[in-house]
């Protein structure tokens, strides 16, 4: 399919100025910008929309890039509109992952008839070839949802696309599936259909590989997503939160198991607010979940987003978990139900061996080498027992950053860890809805935390939901997509926090220290003695001395002639900070407090 160039329309003056901020708008007839792509070493930022692949350079928006037009056929955008779905009856991409150096893997909505291919990026950085050769078209059913407003999640990993999707038209057979991609024959897996102990109406969230160990053979993919819960009542229905795992070398069992997984369990993950009387106030609706590596790969920290479904009050909120307590909850007890009523209960009884769930090893278990050899009672209780006992509690067992009542909920959410000159702080990116908010947590005593809001940015001029978020590390940069084009936003504006190191300091933006001259990006490695940052109490006058006794933050002293006007400076560097003015006229002992940026004589 031949590539095209388009236009780039950027933000008005006073948005582009204010945000530090480019954006890049379609040709008018894509949209649905769902599928972000980075790849950070030849720098290239793949853009998925409506009947539309973009290839956008990463470090200016503003070039001519390219574009690849891949609609669904006339045929089937015709079926799909005598189906009833008028607006939809396009080829919305809705995956865009990395197969090797040359090829990324795609997949879209077809007019709700999947379909994936490769697009060759070519070998070199200068001029890549950005093609989608015809010949790899194939189908995307089990790997890529028929609608474009469909909750889903899949992650290509060793050549197989594990994914969480809906086979069907109305949306209604969803499970975990591995499917092959083009080329490779692995064995087509998924979990039970239309078996709500398995999966119940499941809205997918996102989904990571995990080493578990050093041993290949304990690599799992993690799966992310709410569900209507199983435990609750057919009247008292309630959504919770899951986190669920397989093993990747299961194969599926043998007669009852054939082409399922034997390895598939699930547990609850909570994120509540501790309560008087043990009552918590919980976060049931999982929104967005990021994987933050660490130097351990085994042991990265999860970050989610979660909203409340409760008719009570509206809140948001962000818990972190360890893959420590994950795994706990998966080498815990069982979930059962039994009894006249049929509720569930801890499984009490014999587990079988080897211990449900566990990948097979031929290094350390030779009787049991794949999962077609795990015995009839291993497949037998794993047909009926995939729900873990012991949910997953978060790090402290509360959030790290709550919104209840505001004016927005968290959708969606990205992670950067940055060294400080007090210690390291995880940087949270929260997408609103329309806005980014830039948020760090501070812990305190008695397991309690700050919640410190660094910067509130409007995204796009005009008012438009969020799809999806990427870091970028290694430029600095955030890049939003949104159904009406692309934002680039920098992580840290270091000089709009003013030319004082009271301002700088007030702060606490851990990007960003005192040089002794101006506020600038803070790098670890720098060790001037004029550097001054304090992000845990963003105290000025610990940190902004000057070395001969003198203070660097004092009160302004403003004189004014009557029956003249006086400016005030009024609006504050930063969200930590506020600016009050008072007058005190010539014959009057008291002050008196002035409105912010009112003129004065």
């Not at 995956?95 to 709700?112: D, E, I, M, R, S």
């Not at 794993?382 to 978060?394: C, F, G, K, N």
């Not at 329309?434 to 940015?457: F, R, Y």
Request: charged share 25%.
């Amino acid at each position: 399919l031949p590539f095209q160039s388009f236009k780039n329309v950027l933000f008005s003056a006073d948005l582009r100025s204010a945000n530090s901020s480019a954006a890049f708008w379609g040709d008018g007839e894509s949209g649905g910008y769902q599928a972000l792509l980075l790849d950070e070493d030849r720098g290239w930022l793949l853009v998925g929309g409506r009947d539309h692949i973009y290839m956008l350079h990463c470090d200016n928006l503003e070039q001519l890039a390219r574009e690849i037009y891949w609609p669904a056929p006339k045929e089937q955008v015709e079926h799909c509109r005598q189906a009833g779905k008028n607006t939809d009856c396009a080829n919305h991409v809705r995956l865009l992952q990395p197969f090797n150096k040359t090829h990324a893997y795609v997949c879209g909505t077809g007019a709700y008839h999947p379909v994936c291919a490769f697009v060759d990026l070519g070998h070199g950085t200068e001029e890549p070839s950005f093609q989608l050769p015809p010949h790899t078209v194939e189908s995307g059913r089990g790997k890529c949802p028929y609608s474009p407003l469909e909750p889903f999640t899949a992650r290509l990993s060793d050549g197989n696309l594990y994914a969480g999707t809906s086979v069907d038209f109305m949306g209604t057979n969803a499970a975990i599936f591995r499917t092959s991609v083009y080329g490779s024959s692995p064995h087509y897996i998924r979990t039970e259909a239309y078996q709500d102990h398995w999966l119940n109406e499941p809205e997918f969230v996102g989904s990571f590989p995990i080493p578990d160990t050093h041993s290949p053979d304990d690599d799992k993919i993690y799966f992310f997503f709410r569900e209507t819960a199983v435990e609750s009542s057919q009247w008292d229905r309630h959504v919770y939160s899951r986190v669920a795992r397989v093993c990747k070398n299961d194969i599926g069992g043998k007669r009852s198991l054939i082409n399922r997984w034997t390895t598939f369990l699930k547990a609850r993950l909570v994120c509540s607010v501790p309560g008087p009387d043990g009552l918590d106030t919980h976060f049931d609706e999982l929104e967005d979940v990021f994987v933050l590596e660490t130097k351990d790969p085994q042991n990265p920290v999860i970050y989610g987003v979660f909203s409340t479904s409760s008719s009570v009050f509206k809140g948001s909120a962000v818990c972190v978990y360890s893959m420590a307590s994950i795994r706990a909850a998966f080498n815990g007890p069982f979930s059962h139900k039994e009894g006249p009523d049929y509720r569930w209960v801890e499984y009490k009884g014999r587990i079988p061996y080897p211990r449900p769930g566990t990948c097979p090893s031929e290094t350390y278990d030779p009787l049991h080498k794949s999962t077609r050899d795990f015995p009839d009672d291993v497949i037998s209780f794993m047909r009926a027992h995939q729900l873990m006992w012991e949910p997953v509690l978060p790090i402290n067992r509360r959030p790290v950053f709550m919104r209840v009542s505001a004016p927005y909920s968290l959708r969606k959410i990205v992670v950067d860890r940055v060294d400080a000159e007090d210690g390291q702080y995880d940087v949270l990116y929260l997408g609103t809805g329309d806005k980014i908010l830039k948020v760090i947590s501070i812990p305190k005593e008695n397991w309690e935390t700050e919640e410190v809001i660094l910067e509130e940015l409007t995204v796009f001029q005009k008012l438009t939901p969020i799809l999806n978020i990427e870091l970028s590390t290694k430029r600095q940069l955030l890049y939003v997509s949104s159904d009406l084009g692309l934002a680039k936003l920098p992580l840290h504006r270091c000089q709009l926090y003013g030319q004082a190191c009271m301002d700088c300091c007030l702060a606490r933006d851990p990007y960003c220290a005192w040089d002794g001259t101006t506020c600038s990006t803070y790098f670890p490695s720098n060790k001037r003695r004029a550097r001054r940052q304090d992000v845990r109490y963003g105290d000025p006058r610990n940190q902004c001395d000057m070395e001969d006794g003198s203070k660097a933050v004092e009160e302004r002293l403003i004189y004014g002639v009557e029956g003249n006007s006086t400016f005030l400076e009024c609006v504050p560097r930063s969200q930590q900070t506020a600016v009050r003015w008072t007058v005190q006229h010539p014959l009057a002992h008291n002050s008196r407090d002035v409105s912010c940026c009112q003129n004065s004589a």
